[in-house]
């Protein structure tokens, strides 16, 4: 992750993408929007005379791609926030007790400073042929920003291109490094 977007993640408390991860991150919602828009002009046959009657059952599937569209975006918008926990430690402190939780966990540190921490995980699940599989590995995002720990665990785009089936990995990855910051 470039320092510019790790700088920014920290401000606006929401991880920030490159444009290729944001192209994978949002893939669902961008192939429903295609295919919103194939069927509105009729495979864009039909661009400059697009028909916006209700009656029309093709009408009716574009939109109803549309609001799917709407709402899988917001879902995985929501899901770039990052958590931020109230704390009395000092960020140097919880870096390290987090760096500790890393080498118990066997995660690799992707990149470290003083306010932040990019882990990665690997599972061992087996890559799938088809074009959806489980999660292969997840980021693990830890930001450090005036007496609040920032934490969010997402898949890893590195991984796989497919669309991934999570068995709730993220969330137990942030509850690890939870328990481990609020243990003495």
């Not at 960020?91 to 890393?102: D, T």
């Not at 497919?162 to 481990?180: D, H, P, R």
Request: hydrophobic share 40%; with cysteine.
């Amino acid at each position: 992750m470039e320092t510019y977007l790790i700088n920014e993640s920290i401000e606006k408390e929401r991880i920030q993408l490159d444009f290729h991860q944001s192209l994978v991150h949002y893939r669902f919602s961008i192939i429903l929007l295609l295919v919103s828009i194939f069927s509105i002009t009729n495979g864009l046959q039909n661009v400059s005379t697009i028909d916006f009657d209700l009656n029309n059952f093709q009408t009716k599937i574009s939109f109803f791609f549309v609001i799917v569209c709407l709402i899988s975006f917001f879902y995985q918008r929501n899901r770039l926030k990052l958590i931020s926990v109230e704390t009395n430690e000092d960020g140097n402190f919880l870096i390290e007790r987090i760096k500790e939780l890393a080498k118990q966990k066997n995660w690799s540190i992707q990149s470290a400073s003083h306010n932040y921490l990019i882990l990665n995980t690997k599972r061992s699940f087996p890559v799938s042929r088809l074009f959806i599989s489980e999660s292969g590995g997840e980021n693990i995002y830890v930001f450090y920003k005036s007496n609040r720990i920032l934490v969010r665990s997402i898949f890893d785009f590195k991984k796989s291109n497919g669309f991934v089936v999570s068995k709730g990995e993220n969330n137990q990855n942030e509850t690890s490094i939870f328990l481990k910051i609020n243990t003495k």
